[in-house]
């Protein structure tokens, strides 16, 4: 097996857990938060950056390799790994996602998805094979089925029958999926807003056995308290001993909920996309750097960060960076943003295994300014 | 007195010579090249990186910082060095530079230059006493005189007439600079391609008694031959135990021709911006990684580079990456560029010292691929 999950503490007042999951390039420590490198970077960022804030484990994006360089070059430059000159663990999606994204510019049937690339509006066919294929050649520690992420809001029907097919291609997947010693697939959980639904896809998935699961599906436009409806009753009945993947998830309110409600693993691009927008995220609430307030402000972006950004450089300069679009600004935000998650969920981590897991996010929501 | 030059050694078989300049911010040893952070940051850069490949002195620019974010801010942040974080010797231009590259938007006067903001249209007036005084807030270890950067080509009476004014303003510019401890100024010869005016340039400046002299208005478009004619009667009647910087030149051949004829310091935006368009400079010549034949190169970019990116990707992940234009190939290459011109220039110091200068070039130049 290409990962070892070992749950180490489940908290006594609420759901949150924690865990190690042993992979081919190291150890992730959870509930972490995975940083997106969609082409095989994550923006701005050097690997040692990375390492320097303490990621753990970082995404990166078939869809966008697969178009751009090819997945053959990067399994000729080694893999994935060797080609960023990244050697610790990363996941990639499935493309899924992307694909079906991309509204009419892709064609569903049951056999894959026939789509345009948004490049050069050359034709492309991505199945669950062929999505396998590409991951195979990636060569990353952990790879995704792929799935049909259901739009919100979707009928009941449209969400069944696309359920379905994504336990389907999840079969098929599995059955492609022959490198399992060195790369670990899991399966995406949908069914929209709909409980019987996802407890059904949750079953269908588990009857298959993998290694991990993920939630897909949430996180695209419903309300908050949605998705914590479905995390509340979906997430408990997900298999104790193996990891639990919200995916697209990287607001610290939509953190915390998640840890409590038992998930391990999340990942999405605000916090570098924000950063590269000149919007840092503090204890004390968002802070956008453009601001003509900030123009005379020679103190940190954050007194008590220890991140390289807050501990060499004030608000007046980099605002300043952000003004003349100097890449410099883009890159001290993203190690901000990135540091400042990547730190809370440690302390997350801390906060569970002392027991005051909730009262820790409570201090940071009345800090954070979200009114609960 | 704000520096100290230190002749260390004259070339036998040229003009080429060793020295150090002592700063309130450190050890400078020249023959020196100095990349330029106009607004206050060498683009894509961290100081960090920028002394991991043993920058000694960068070159910022008074016009730009005027402008935004004005020099009231950087001084407020403590100067220049605390507001970019970069603790080691800077050297500013007097903005004349820039000012009479507005063309139609400046006008030129004895008291000095009015003209537009390229921002926003607003008006602005930079005098000599002006410049001084932008300077000495920024406080750059060497800042430059005003003067009228002349065209290429120019009548002789124009350029006289600049010349002249050129020298009145560089003793105003001394009159009104009081600093003097911790800011050496330097005056900036003109006369174009006249060699009497050049040599009358000289001759009032020396007479004024600056730290310091900079050779202005070469490296405007006139061909090679003409730069080097006028170096080999300039340079041998500069000061012989001040200073002599070369302003705005950069690549590997004027800078080989330049030291050889006794120049100690140069500056140029070339290897940082051809970085960001994905030109990178090595022995061989220059590569552009854009195109397609490096799509499946998996070697580095020179595999005798010592430098961050030669050591850690390959050609066709560079390739990637300026492709889908992710910063990180803007970093990697600017990373490269400067190293390999700042290496070039310690390889430039040894064979100086080992008497082995015409050598070292007529090898440079044949490996590079220039025709001489």
């Not at 894959?112 to 195979?136: C, L, M, R, T, W």
């Not at 409806?229 to 990287?250: F, S, T």
Request: net charge neutral; glycine share 8%.
């Amino acid at each position: 097996m290409a990962i070892e999950f070992n749950l180490l503490y489940e908290s006594k007042e609420c759901g949150a857990r924690l865990g190690e999951l042993k992979t081919p390039h190291g150890i992730v420590e959870t509930p972490i938060f995975m940083p997106v490198g969609t082409k095989a970077t994550v923006k701005t960022m050097t690997p040692e950056e990375l390492k320097s804030i303490e990621a753990q484990i970082i995404l990166s994006n078939t869809y966008h390799l697969y178009l751009r360089p090819g997945a053959d070059i990067v399994k000729e430059a080694g893999g994935l790994h060797r080609f960023m000159n990244w050697d610790k663990p990363i996941l990639t999606d499935s493309g899924g996602f992307q694909v079906f994204s991309l509204g009419n510019l892709r064609t569903i049937r049951e056999e894959g998805v026939n789509f345009k690339s948004y490049i050069d509006g050359s034709d492309h066919f991505i199945s669950p094979e062929k999505a396998i294929e590409i991951q195979n050649a990636l060569g990353a520690d952990i790879i995704m089925a792929f799935d049909e992420c259901t739009p919100y809001p979707a009928t009941y029907d449209y969400t069944k029958k696309s359920m379905e097919r994504t336990s389907r291609w999840a079969k098929r997947c599995k059955e492609a999926h022959h490198n399992t010693s060195k790369q670990a697939l899991f399966a995406i959980i949908q069914g929209g807003m709909y409980k019987d639904l996802r407890m059904e896809s949750l079953k269908q998935l588990v009857d298959l056995d993998f290694p991990g699961y993920a939630i897909g599906g949430l996180s695209v436009g419903e309300p908050a308290q949605l998705m914590n409806e479905v995390l509340d009753y979906l997430v408990p009945e997900m298999p104790k001993n193996k990891p639990r993947y919200l995916m697209g998830v990287g607001s610290p309110d939509y953190l915390f909920e998640a840890v409590e409600r038992g998930v391990d693993m999340a990942d999405c691009v605000m916090p570098t996309r924000m950063a590269r927008n000149g919007a840092f995220m503090t204890r004390n609430g968002r802070i956008a750097i453009k601001n003509a307030v900030h123009r005379r402000d020679f103190t940190p972006i954050d007194d008590h960060c220890e991140c390289y950004t807050c501990k060499n450089y004030s608000k007046a300069y980099i605002r300043h960076l952000f003004k003349e679009n100097e890449i410099l600004g883009g890159r001290l935000a993203t190690i901000h943003n990135l540091f400042f998650l990547i730190n809370l969920m440690k302390d997350i981590r801390i906060a569970i295994r002392d027991e005051r897991y909730l009262e820790f996010k409570d201090t940071f929501y009345k800090q954070y300014g979200y009114i609960k």
